[in-house]
Nanobody, 116 residues
């Protein structure tokens, strides 16, 4: 079973919205901080948003006010609501489960392309 599976990526026009979801099949999901990273072509992978086990959220400056990370511990899922998207948001988005008892996980990534 794949630990983290992302969905919801695709092509969206500038100014539009997209919601990414990550379904987790891992132990201790509710105890883990979860995050979304992204990697654009030729660039380093960057942290986009993070949500702690207690629900505290942080964002990279470039997405503040536009993206919202949330989690559903009952369904072992984490989401990234992306609003007012820009071409520079184009990247592969990865779900990440922070380490618990020394084990962390990455999803396989989902492509988001912002273009008219």
């Amino acid at each position: 079973q794949v630990p983290l599976v992302e969905s919801g990526g695709g092509l969206v026009q500038p100014g539009g919205s997209l919601k990414l979801s990550c379904a987790a099949s891992i132990r201790y999901f509710s105890s883990r901080d979860m995050a979304w990273f992204r990697q654009a072509p030729g660039k380093l992978r960057e942290l986009v948003a993070r949500i702690t086990s207690g629900g505290r959220t942080t964002y990279v400056d470039s997405v503040k006010g536009r993206f919202t990370i949330s989690r559903d511990n009952a369904k072992d899922a984490v989401h990234l609501q992306m609003n007012s998207v820009k071409p520079e948001d184009t990247a592969v988005y990865y779900c990440y489960a922070d380490s618990w008892l020394g084990i962390d996980y990455w999803g396989q990534g989902t492509q988001v392309t912002v273009s008219s």
